[in-house]
């Protein structure tokens, strides 16, 4: 493996959510640690399951594992990280500033943004402190700051002043006073990450174009704030049979090869090294080793007989209900690369051939599913809106009004909020909310929504909400309806979350769910999208695979999901009409 060649002191794995970032880092732990080397592996995982991996509790602190000589570990929980650093910033003022104002910080201090804050303010005394780690030769983590957090943390920590000044603004990451001592140590940190005789950078990326597009993006995001010493792992690679091949072991193996053919230009020059996906749960040193070609990787349990399966729902059985409305506004929702566009689309076109007029919008980059349905259905239009070009508009317009007062280092303090992945969901929801009036006539179908964070921040700070409110008040109409009272309302709206039937996945949908709850949003369902156990594959790995969706299905069926469908994988890229409807039915197309 070319990522550990050399391994300097401190190793990150970054990557976006179920890629197996937890996997490797506790591999790459497990192999440096059977080579003599002492190594901490620390976890800023919210769903960390390092404990269950070694078959053992650790927590908080640092912990001796009984099962590896010369491994330790470290859990940091995020959120507890992210509850003190609010309790920190929102404690002095309360009882001093108006309640509203109150609940504005709070809300600019509940996104995803704070919570790595708090969580980097954990972790970089590891990377400072020397007598935290004097006893390692390695510490490993298995997640790793974005660039925008340290951009952020590189700024003067004027955050305070700057919130005074603008209490209205939409921002999504909140003031940084409450990190103002630590500031200095956040330098060093910085610095340590930078240096490449001391840190390396795991870009860990499965082999599909979406995955590799988003590693991509993180790759130019790190090395354009100097942390240029980067290695990609392509981890979960469906490896090459003989005999007991079937058409959708041949299918996965035809698009992964694909995706790696089409690897973004930037990532090419890096180190790369492909992983193969395992055809068992990586729980245990067996399974650990076997990950990284330590030891053999055959074997695994047997696949669960199909007469023990419980029977399935279909998104057909979903549709059938949303039919029964006539008209309302469908939103899917879910973290990327689960798949959220395929299945706009096919509930679109489901619709629409049932005869009901649709409206499919998304801001999907990759448009070849509204170029594959327009036209195909009379009753059914796709529109789709310009991510980038709607973000720089608000960005403008913001910088323009917010901005034009500011001093150098207020506008360098605006011009990074504005870079925030909540900054893109606000601008694009501005453009759907044009679209989602229709919805009292049609069905509007709209893709990638923002999150309840973003809608609740836009809510706080008037950003249309109260501005509708008032202006609607003023003009003497009586009874009004605003976005967010649509969104609340479920016989108008209703919110289907999409998820794999993955660990990490799961999680990340169940803590969007509670973030739409905070925000008076329920979601009417769940869709586990590309699931192997809703298909009948012959494939020994991939039926092995199959057997270990099952508790995350139950899972969702019976903490998360108030309806639930199950979406298999399909041997074809569902694109066009007929693959759609497929898709829809629960037809394993092969």
Not at 13 to 36: D, M, P, Q, Y
Not at 310 to 321: C, H, K, N, R, V
Not at 480 to 490: A, I, K
């Amino acid at each position: 493996m070319l990522f550990l060649d050399g391994a300097p002191r401190y190793l990150f794995f970054t990557g976006k959510g179920g890629v197996g970032k937890t996997s490797l880092a506790c591999a790459t732990a497990v192999r440096l640690a059977g080579a003599g080397r002492r190594v901490l592996l620390v976890s800023t995982d919210p769903a960390s399951n390092v404990g269950q991996v070694f078959g053992q509790t650790i927590g908080n602190r640092v912990t001796r594992l009984a099962a590896v000589e010369g491994l330790s570990a470290l859990e940091i929980d995020p959120q507890a990280a992210a509850q003190a650093y609010r309790d920190r910033i929102v404690g002095p003022v309360r009882g001093v500033l108006p309640d509203d104002v109150v609940r504005g910080i709070e809300e600019q201090l509940s996104g995803a943004c704070t919570t790595e804050i708090a969580a980097f303010d954990e972790f970089t005394g590891l990377l400072t402190d020397a007598k935290l780690t004097e006893g390692f030769d390695h510490v490993i983590f298995d997640t790793a700051p974005t660039g925008h957090t340290i951009r952020l943390l590189q700024l003067p920590g004027a955050w305070s002043g700057f919130l005074d000044a603008n209490p209205d603004g939409a921002s999504c990451l909140g003031p940084l006073a409450g990190l103002e001592k630590q500031r200095e140590q956040y330098r060093a940190a910085v610095s340590a990450l930078a240096d490449p005789e001391r840190t390396r950078l795991v870009l860990v990326a499965r082999a599909q174009s979406s995955t590799l597009r988003e590693v991509a993006r993180t790759h130019h995001e790190l090395a354009a704030i100097g942390l240029t010493r980067q290695f990609l792992v392509i981890n979960g690679v469906l490896p090459a049979v003989d005999g007991d091949e079937d058409s959708l072991a041949a299918a996965v193996r035809r698009r992964e090869r694909a995706a790696l053919d089409a690897v973004p230009d930037v990532l090419r020059g890096l180190p790369t090294d492909l992983v193969p996906l395992m055809p068992f749960n990586l729980v245990g040193l067996p399974a650990l080793r076997a990950l990284l070609g330590d030891i053999d990787a055959t074997g695994g349990a047997a696949p669960e007989p199909e007469s023990q399966r419980p029977s399935l729902p279909t998104l057909a059985g979903l549709i059938d209900e949303l039919a029964a409305d006539g008209h309302g506004l469908v939103m899917l929702m879910g973290k990327g690369g689960v798949g959220k566009t395929t299945l706009a689309a096919t509930v679109a076109t489901e619709l629409a051939a049932r005869g009901f007029p649709v409206h499919l919008t998304t801001s999907d980059p990759a448009a070849h599913l509204a170029e594959t349905l327009e036209g195909s259905l009379e009753n059914l239009t796709v529109s789709r809106i310009d991510p980038h070009a709607e973000t720089e508009r608000y960005r403008q317009h913001v910088l323009d009004t917010k901005g034009k007062d500011l001093d150098a280092q207020g506008r360098a303090l605006l011009e990074e909020d504005l870079r925030s992945p909540c900054t893109e969901e606000i601008a694009v929801f501005q453009a759907f909310s044009r679209i989602i009036r229709e919805a009292g006539r049609k069905f509007v179908v709209m893709d990638t929504a923002p999150t309840g964070h973003t809608l609740l921040l836009l809510d706080a700070t008037g950003a249309y909400h109260k501005e509708i409110a008032r202006h609607m008040d003023k003009s003497g109409v009586a009874h009004f309806t605003t976005p967010m009272m649509q969104l609340q309302d479920p016989a108008q709206t209703k919110v289907l979350l999409v998820t794999l039937a993955e660990t990490t996945p799961v999680l990340e949908a169940a803590n969007l769910q509670a973030d739409l709850r905070r925000a008076g949003i329920e979601p009417w369902a769940w869709i586990i999208n590309n699931s192997l156990a809703a298909t009948p594959t012959t494939s020994p790995i991939l039926r092995r695979r199959a057997q270990q969706e099952w508790p995350q299905i139950e899972a969702v069926r019976e903490h998360h999901a108030r309806r639930i469908a199950l979406v298999p994988m399909q041997a074809d890229e569902p694109v066009g009409i007929e693959l759609l409807r497929a898709l829809a039915e629960g037809v394993a197309v092969r």
